[in-house]
């Protein structure tokens, strides 16, 4: 009797295939790991990586690239299995893009009001360096 088919659900990845797969180092996904961020089956010393693992990291290397502190990205990803899961989930996050939207302009502003005084500066700088020779 032939064995039966492996289905998609049934994939598994290593740790090397993991990290490989997202561009990340071991350790990085080690240290998600260690925060309980994703929980790899373990399967003597050896980590054995199931779909929900990797979106979980895929979840959590998103929230990183848009700045998200990892307290945020937990509780965003733990909305998902509570009750409402997704619901709950997509109004939480719409929340935390407005409030992290508004940080981002403000730096931006920032940065913007940093780079005309600057380039003032610099205008005055070369005026003066000018008038001495």
């Known amino acids: 009797m032939p064995a039966p088919a492996s289905t998609a659900v049934d994939e598994t990845w290593t740790i090397r295939e ?3 797969e997202f561009g990340v ?7 998600y790991e260690d925060l309980g961020l994703i929980t790899p089956e373990r399967r003597g010393t050896s ?9 979980r990291l895929a979840l959590i290397l998103r929230g990183k690239r848009l700045g998200f502190p990892l307290e945020e990205i ?7 299995d509570r009750p409402r899961g997704k619901a709950s989930q997509l109004e939480y996050v719409l ?5 992290r939207r508004s940080d981002l302009e403000q730096r931006r502003r920032d ?15 070369r005026a003066d360096l000018a008038r001495l020779a």
Request: aromatic share 6%; with cysteine; proline share 0%.
């Open 74 to 80: 937990r509780t965003i990803i733990d909305l998902y």
């Open 47 to 55: 980590r054995v990586y199931h779909r929900r693992d990797r979106t």
């Open 25 to 31: 180092t071991h350790r990085t996904v080690r240290h």
């Open 111 to 125: 940065l913007d009001d940093a780079l005309t005084e600057l380039g003032e500066f610099e205008r005055r700088c």
């Open 18 to 20: 993991v990290a490989d």
């Open 95 to 99: 929340g935390q893009i407005d409030e």
